[in-house]
């Protein structure tokens, strides 16, 4: 069985330690097959160096993820003014900084 990752999660059968080499039940040249193909899509998506300098992918992520609320607050730009937020509005550069608009408001009937 080819590995079914990263669309899908594998099963695989586990030997156990009455299986034969020759079983029927867990054909032991498949399970060394399975897990070859499922080793070899894991370093596909994971890449050489996953975890980068951290420790873990998982440190990696976190780390990711709190860079990316960081930058989710505009509060520190100085090009930055925002006066009476509403939902659907975006942020548009006027010439001199960077202000909400309201998305219907835009010149080109809201296509970006």
């Keep these: 069985m080819p590995t079914s990752y990263p669309s899908g999660l594998d099963n695989f059968i586990n030997p156990t330690s009455t299986d034969r080499l020759d079983s029927n039940t867990v054909p032991h040249h498949l399970q060394h097959s399975n897990l070859n193909d499922a080793v070899e899509a894991l370093e596909t998506v994971v890449g050489l160096n996953p975890a980068g300098i951290h420790l873990t992918i998982k440190d990696r992520l976190i780390n990711a993820e709190t860079l990316i609320d960081q930058q989710s607050v505009l509060n520190g730009l100085t090009d930055v003014t925002i006066n009476s937020v509403a939902t659907g509005q975006v942020l548009r ?15 080109d009937g809201g296509s970006f």
């Design 93 to 107: 550069y006027n010439g001199n900084a960077w202000i909400n608009y309201d998305e219907e408001n835009l010149v």
